[in-house]
């Protein structure tokens, strides 16, 4: 039988509002720890919106958010993410005239609270040279520690967000829209990095290609407007008709 804390994160009922209109309404999520979970449905089906909720980004009109069993409803989003739930592709915006180790050394001093104390000495700063080219193997870009990020191609830009995303040492990853924009040359790599990075952690990911979801994840929840539709394994919701109906016919499977 599964406890409460099986599950890495968990919306409850969570609803949010703008005006008399709901973005989410009611949803009720639990990703269970180690598994890689998607959230999936059609444009303005409230997928980013539950993002927003989730990660304190957006105050929720009702409902709770809890990680590891914790209710962390109330606290703002740098706590959330103190705590080991990290988006990236939002927080880990990279800078496109760092060089990619400078990019995880950065990443590397927010995660000690230490990124703007320039009067840190220069030392200090080089410690962080090893564990950064560490983060940065990990993510395939060995070779590439002196490269401007802007000098990077596309899928490579993308290791490097998810290697700074690493450097805050996340318990639960949310990942929005991954592939998003990518050339068919990058899915595959960027696809077996995240499972390569989901070891030991949880991910939510927001993604519209479904044979990336499909390949990756073991749970995927389908949201149309604001509300759960269904959840299931992959298998069951790409034959459910409803899903059918709401989702697959409408998006373009790349
Ligand atoms: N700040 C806001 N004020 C008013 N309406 C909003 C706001 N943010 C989102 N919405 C509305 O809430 C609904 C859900 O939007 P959301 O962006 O969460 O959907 P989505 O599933 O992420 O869509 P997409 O796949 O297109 O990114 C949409 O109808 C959107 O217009």
Known sequence: ?????????????????????????????????????????????????????????????????????????????????????????????????????????????SSQGTAFRFWRSLNSIKALNDPARALLAQVGLSGQEDTPATELSYGKKRALEIATTLALDPKVMLLDEPTAGMGHEDIAPITDLIRTVSAGRTILIVEHNLSVVSSLCERITVLQHGEVLTEGTYDEVSNDPEVITAYMGGVDDE
Request: charge should be positive.
């Open 1 to 109: 039988m599964s406890t409460p804390t099986d599950y890495a994160l968990e919306a409850r009922g969570l609803t949010k509002s703008f005006g008399g209109f709901h973005a989410v309404k009611d949803v009720t999520l639990k990703v269970r720890r180690g598994s890689i979970h998607a959230l999936i449905g059609p444009n303005g089906a409230g997928k980013t919106t539950c993002f927003n909720l989730l990660t304190k980004t957006l105050t929720p009109t009702s409902g709770q958010v809890l990680l590891d069993g914790q209710d962390i409803t109330g606290l703002r989003s740098a706590q959330v993410a103190r705590l080991g739930l990290v988006r990236s592709f939002q927080i880990s915006a990279t800078f496109p005239h760092l060089t990619c180790l400078e990019n995880v050394r950065v990443a590397l001093q």
